[in-house]
């Protein structure tokens, strides 16, 4: 029984001794103004970046929706900065902490302190550390006897190919790479012209060849013209589409890579094979059994000046059938625009494949080229646009290998100098070919729109 009454005693609080209640203290206006200027700065930096990014993507506008901009980013800051501000909004009303309890009170079981001796501590203590404080606990923390903690690791440099890995959102345009597939076309087109120049010569007078579409169709002398007018049709869209992609410079060097190529090879086979003509009312030049090389120059000057079309009365020379050119030309253009235009431009997709279909049967219907023409071009331009793609959007097919048989081809290496710092599809974006600098302005103009448009609503509506 002493035991217990000893151990009671011992367990009964000291009247004499103090106990501090921590309640939620006011804080200063010192401590509102410091608050209130740390949430303004972070404020403002907010909507500085907001502006900013806005700027720089008002000209560029992108098709996936699963891609988050700079504003989505800039609204989420804001709300890590609130999230942050209600938090401690909430510590300062609460009942069981505040400044001074926060820094200053242990954690767990309060101490007793006795009114003699810490009263007037409690009263005078700060309610926020200082800034030489939070250094000095800063550098104890960072400092530490364990050896282990601190590392030094030395990272080799990185190349330009992993830099590009490591970015793959950055594709660069290359003008240089572009100006050289263009030189390309130009020297395909080249031999394309001086084929037919030769081949003229060469032009069997006999009887059109069997064919079995053209025997059963009724000649129509118009349908050549209206065959060429829609392949400009497709030739403009399809480039007001590659003009407004952002990535214009990439597709351009492949369309005209893929262009050259084609050239080459019409070059080759109607050289090798030359047909009769399939319309026997086409009027062509007369043929020349002593032609100086002075002949062949003119023939190629006539047949550039009217870019290998008949509506301009400039393709007056005979032979260019395999395989036909005005297929190719109107296949490579809905090629393009399904390929590179936004994928809800359902309208514009089957409105380009109906104008090159059109453009085909009206080919046909003039008696153009044969039905055999037709068919070649339409396989080797859309065979070669698909194995580019192919080869452009994997990686793996860019190096040579036994899991690479494409790497065959004669234009391998051409297409791998030109692809080699793409890394897969290109992103579906889009935006205005102007220069930076009239970008900027456009920009500058539209956000002082936009900002008169939202004063003038709040003013209005007050």
């Given at each position: 029984?002493g035991?217990?009454?000893?151990?009671?005693?011992?367990?009964?609080?000291?009247?004499?001794?103090?106990?501090?209640?921590?309640?939620?203290h006011k804080?200063?206006?010192?401590?509102?103004s410091n608050?209130?200027?740390t949430m303004?700065?972070?404020s403002?930096?907010?909507?500085l970046?907001?502006?900013?990014?806005?700027?720089?993507?008002?000209?560029?506008?992108?098709?996936e929706?699963g891609?988050?901009?700079?504003?989505?980013?800039t609204?989420?800051?804001?709300?890590v900065?609130?999230?942050g501000n209600?938090?401690?909004?909430?510590?300062?009303?609460?009942?069981?902490?505040?400044?001074?309890?926060?820094y200053?009170s242990?954690?767990?079981?309060?101490?007793?302190?006795?009114?003699?001796?810490?009263g007037?501590?409690?009263?005078n203590?700060?309610?926020?550390?200082?800034?030489e404080?939070?250094?000095?606990?800063s550098d104890?923390?960072?400092?530490?006897d364990?050896?282990?903690?601190?590392?030094?690791?030395?990272m080799?440099?990185?190349?330009?190919?992993?830099?590009a890995?490591y970015?793959?959102?950055?594709?660069?345009?290359?003008?240089?790479?572009?100006?050289?597939?263009a030189?390309?076309?130009?020297t395909?087109?080249?031999?394309?012209?001086?084929?037919?120049?030769?081949?003229?010569?060469?032009?069997?007078?006999?009887q059109?060849?069997?064919?079995?579409v053209?025997?059963?169709i009724?000649?129509?002398?118009?349908?050549?013209?209206v065959?060429?007018?829609?392949?400009m049709?497709s030739?403009?869209?399809?480039?007001?589409?590659?003009?407004?992609h952002?990535?214009?410079l990439?597709?351009l060097?492949?369309?005209?890579?893929?262009?050259g190529?084609?050239?080459?090879?019409?070059?080759?086979t109607?050289?090798v094979?030359v047909l009769?003509?399939?319309?026997?009312?086409?009027?062509?030049?007369?043929?020349?059994?002593?032609?100086?090389a002075?002949d062949?120059?003119?023939?190629v000057?006539?047949?550039?000046?009217?870019?290998?079309?008949?509506i301009?009365?400039?393709?007056?020379?005979?032979?260019?059938?395999?395989?036909?050119g005005?297929?190719?030309?109107?296949?490579?253009?809905?090629?393009?625009?399904k390929?590179y235009?936004?994928?809800?431009?359902?309208?514009l997709?089957?409105?380009?494949?109906?104008?090159s279909?059109?453009g085909?049967?009206?080919?046909?219907?003039?008696?153009?080229?044969?039905?055999?023409d037709?068919?070649?071009?339409?396989?080797?331009?859309?065979r070669?646009?698909?194995?580019?793609?192919?080869?452009?959007?994997?990686?793996?097919?860019?190096y040579?290998?036994?899991?690479n048989?494409?790497?065959?081809?004669?234009w391998?290496?051409?297409?791998?100098?030109?692809?080699?710092?793409?890394?897969g599809p290109?992103?579906?974006?889009?935006?205005?070919?102007l220069p930076?600098?009239?970008?900027?302005?456009?920009?500058?103009?539209?956000?002082?729109?936009r900002?008169?448009?939202?004063?003038s609503?709040?003013?209005?509506?007050?």
């Amino acid at each position: 029984m002493g035991q217990t009454e000893e151990l009671r005693m011992m367990s009964r609080p000291n009247r004499m001794v103090y106990t501090p209640i921590t309640r939620g203290h006011k804080p200063t206006p010192s401590q509102e103004s410091n608050t209130l200027s740390t949430m303004s700065e972070v404020s403002c930096t907010t909507t500085l970046s907001m502006e900013s990014e806005v700027t720089e993507g008002c000209m560029d506008f992108t098709e996936e929706e699963g891609e988050r901009n700079g504003s989505e980013e800039t609204v989420d800051t804001v709300g890590v900065v609130g999230a942050g501000n209600g938090e401690l909004e909430k510590r300062m009303k609460s009942h069981n902490s505040d400044y001074g309890s926060y820094y200053n009170s242990p954690t767990g079981t309060v101490v007793p302190q006795d009114i003699s001796t810490d009263g007037d501590t409690l009263h005078n203590s700060p309610l926020l550390p200082t800034s030489e404080e939070e250094d000095n606990a800063s550098d104890s923390a960072n400092k530490s006897d364990n050896p282990l903690d601190t590392v030094k690791l030395e990272m080799p440099p990185v190349t330009q190919e992993q830099e590009a890995r490591y970015q793959p959102d950055k594709i660069p345009g290359e003008p240089l790479k572009t100006l050289l597939s263009a030189l390309f076309l130009g020297t395909g087109f080249l031999a394309t012209t001086a084929s037919l120049a030769f081949t003229h010569e060469r032009v069997p007078d006999i009887q059109p060849l069997p064919d079995i579409v053209l025997d059963n169709i009724k000649h129509q002398s118009w349908g050549l013209d209206v065959s060429e007018y829609l392949l400009m049709i497709s030739t403009i869209t399809a480039m007001s589409v590659v003009m407004l992609h952002s990535h214009r410079l990439v597709i351009l060097r492949r369309i005209w890579l893929l262009l050259g190529i084609l050239y080459y090879y019409r070059a080759l086979t109607m050289f090798v094979t030359v047909l009769p003509k399939a319309d026997e009312t086409y009027t062509c030049m007369p043929r020349k059994n002593d032609t100086t090389a002075l002949d062949y120059t003119k023939r190629v000057l006539t047949i550039i000046s009217g870019g290998g079309l008949s509506i301009n009365g400039k393709h007056i020379y005979c032979g260019d059938y395999i395989f036909s050119g005005h297929t190719m030309t109107l296949t490579m253009g809905y090629l393009v625009i399904k390929q590179y235009s936004p994928r809800r431009f359902i309208l514009l997709h089957w409105a380009s494949f109906l104008t090159s279909l059109c453009g085909v049967i009206f080919l046909l219907l003039s008696r153009g080229h044969y039905t055999i023409d037709v068919l070649l071009a339409y396989y080797v331009t859309s065979r070669i646009w698909w194995i580019y793609h192919t080869l452009a959007h994997n990686q793996q097919l860019k190096y040579r290998g036994e899991h690479n048989f494409l790497d065959n081809m004669c234009w391998w290496h051409v297409f791998r100098f030109f692809e080699t710092k793409i890394q897969g599809p290109l992103p579906r974006r889009y935006s205005l070919p102007l220069p930076k600098v009239v970008q900027r302005i456009f920009c500058h103009n539209i956000t002082r729109l936009r900002c008169q448009n939202s004063v003038s609503r709040e003013i209005f509506q007050t």
